[in-house]
């Protein structure tokens, strides 16, 4: 820039500027923004707002409407760990939800996993508008939800009544899918590598792969319950498939971390993967696809499920009904599962190293 010539600041984007991209009044920008649009605003153009907005990178004046309303627009996503990509993504759903309506999202992995979890606030309820908490149990929430802020449950029991909503994957349906696929291909011997892990999540999973083959004919379920890492399902694979009587011919893993270890215990035994064990995992992980062979797995759409509990959140806050809600997920058959072995011998794991 030449010497001497005028510094010109960006212009700070308003209201009036997205209405006038969107074609609406500063009314209806106020009415999307705030989430007060439902019946007065069309849906078309609240998207059209939401779209001018982001487009535009406009940023409300926060706090001087925080002041006036006695809100923060901030709630609290609360997790068991940040190490899984599962959380991550949720986080990313949330937060996107949150950004088109003018909130904040705090993430908040709990010091305890499961358990309860502290309050990370001299007093949540002055720093929060809400809590939405993923793969945890309300009980571990009691020193969040006494502060008497709305709580939103993803990934937990649809029945407990401490939260004002509930959002659920349909994992039931997920293993039922996995279950015919393996009894599709064949597989009769099946060993499921259970997570060892204390929550509604895992039991449901548990429960529904012992009910589904209870009454299958010819079928033997066997379980075999490992840490939720690599090394421990390694170990559990292992002595799954080294066990005296006849071999699994398929190990159902409750996620894809379990499924990695399953894996790498076949090939340490000097079995092939699918030809002699077929394995499968749960949620479609960025290392489902870096395997070798590539993993089957139940895809779970975790950033809509981030989204939607956002969203409930919002109608919470805003006084509105929001009963449980179920997203569908989707198996991916991949390379790790094959025709059961036709003539699958009854007990041939070869040691191998650890």
């Known amino acids: ?33 705030g989430d007060k649009w439902r019946g007065r605003v069309s849906a078309p153009k609240a998207e059209a707002v939401r779209t001018a907005a982001r487009e535009l990178g406009y940023r409300p004046n926060l706090a001087a409407r925080n002041l006036r309303l006695g ?52 007093s949540a309820s002055a720093a929060l508008d809400g809590v ?39 994992l039931a349906d997920g293993v039922r899918q ?24 895992f039991a449901l999973r548990a429960r529904t792969v012992a009910e589904t083959l209870r009454e299958a004919p010819g079928v033997v379920l066997r379980t075999e319950p490992a840490a939720l890492d690599v090394t421990a399902a390694l170990r559990a694979a292992r002595a799954a498939l080294t066990a005296p009587g006849p071999r699994p011919t398929a190990l159902l893993c409750d996620d894809d971390i379990l499924a990695a270890g399953a894996c790498k215990a076949a090939r340490r035994l000097g079995l092939r993967v699918p030809e002699d064990v077929s394995v499968t995992g749960f949620d479609d992980l960025a290392l489902a696809g870096a395997v070798e062979p590539e993993l089957t797995t139940v895809r ?44 699958a011998p009854e007990n041939a794991a070869r040691p191998g190293g650890d």
Do not use: C, K
């Open 132 to 170: 939405i908490a993923s793969s945890m149990a309300a009980e571990a929430l009691a020193a969040l939800r006494g502060e008497g802020l709305p709580l939103v449950m993803l990934d937990s029991d649809p029945r407990d009544p401490r939260a004002a909503a509930t959002v659920n994957l349909d």
């Open 71 to 122: 809100h923060t627009r901030t709630a609290l996503l609360v997790v068991p760990a940040l190490t899984s990509e599962f959380f991550a993504r949720v986080y990313t759903g949330a937060a996107r939800v949150a950004a088109d309506h003018g909130f904040g999202v705090v993430l908040y992995p709990s010091p305890e996993g499961i358990g309860p979890a502290r309050d990370p606030f001299a």
């Open 178 to 201: 996995v279950i015919a696929h393996l009894r599709d291909l064949g597989h009769r011997r099946i060993t499921h590598l259970a997570a060892d892990v204390d929550s509604w999540t």
């Open 300 to 343: 779970l759409p975790a950033e809509e499920f981030g989204a939607a509990g956002m969203r409930a959140l919002m109608a919470a806050l805003d006084g509105r009904p929001s009963g449980p809600t179920t997203l569908p997920v989707t198996l991916v058959p991949r390379g790790s599962t094959g025709p059961a072995p036709a003539d």
């Open 1 to 33: 820039m030449p010497a001497g010539a005028p510094t010109t600041r960006p212009t700070r984007v308003t209201s009036r500027d997205v209405a006038r991209a969107a074609g609406v009044s500063q009314a209806a920008v106020s009415l999307v923004l």
